[in-house]
């Protein structure tokens, strides 16, 4: 057994959702504790363009993990899912996927270890749970034609990906920062409310009880 004041002082980890509109500062403020802190940015849009104008005495603390997810080539779904479950990958930094036989030689690998963090110093963000969650739907409908609506199976499908992601940042032994931008549901008052969006706005309305603070 671990006393609980021990436990808090060095096994409790903090589990972070910051959700805003698109270029709201949801970056910055997260990159505010490089000052304290070492961060494994995991990049699934382009968010060094931003981070490239902090203070050098916060980049030092930054390592960017670029995972270039887009809707023809939505390689966030499975490299993140695979990340979360195993904590550790080669992530080729020009396709974004795991053990990429295309860059096995000549390419360039980011090697992530979330194994031995310690939540004292070390802090995992994804940026961002909105983006992953259209990359889910993408493979899930990477054979259909464009103008293809998703049908029940398709959401589905999309809900045991997202619901996966979401037990397993609910439970990650380190400190985890995500981004989010919000979209409008309608509860079953018919009062609207703006949530994180991720995945359906079934499981959109219900990522927040994953992590400790909005």
Partial sequence: ?????????????????????????KSTLAAT????????????????ETLIKLPDELKRNIDIVRIPDRASSPVACNTILNLLKFKKADICLKHGLINCMACRTNGIIQKVDLTNLDPRRDIVVIDSITQLGLSMLAYTLKDREFDYKPERDDWGEIRRYSEYAASEMQ???FNLIVTATPI????????????????????????MAKFSTI
């Avoid at 004041?5 to 980890?13: E, H, M, R």
């Fill in 1 to 25: 057994m671990i006393p609980l004041i021990d436990y808090q002082n060095n096994f409790a980890v903090m589990r972070l959702l910051i959700y805003g509109m698109s270029k709201s500062g």
């Fill in 171 to 173: 439970s990650v032994p």
């Fill in 184 to 207: 409008e549901v309608t509860l079953e008052d018919k009062r609207t409310k703006l949530v994180p969006q991720f995945g359906s706005k079934d499981m959109s309305q219900n990522i």
């Fill in 33 to 48: 504790l490089a000052k304290d802190y070492h961060m494994i940015w995991i990049d699934l849009e382009n968010a060094t």
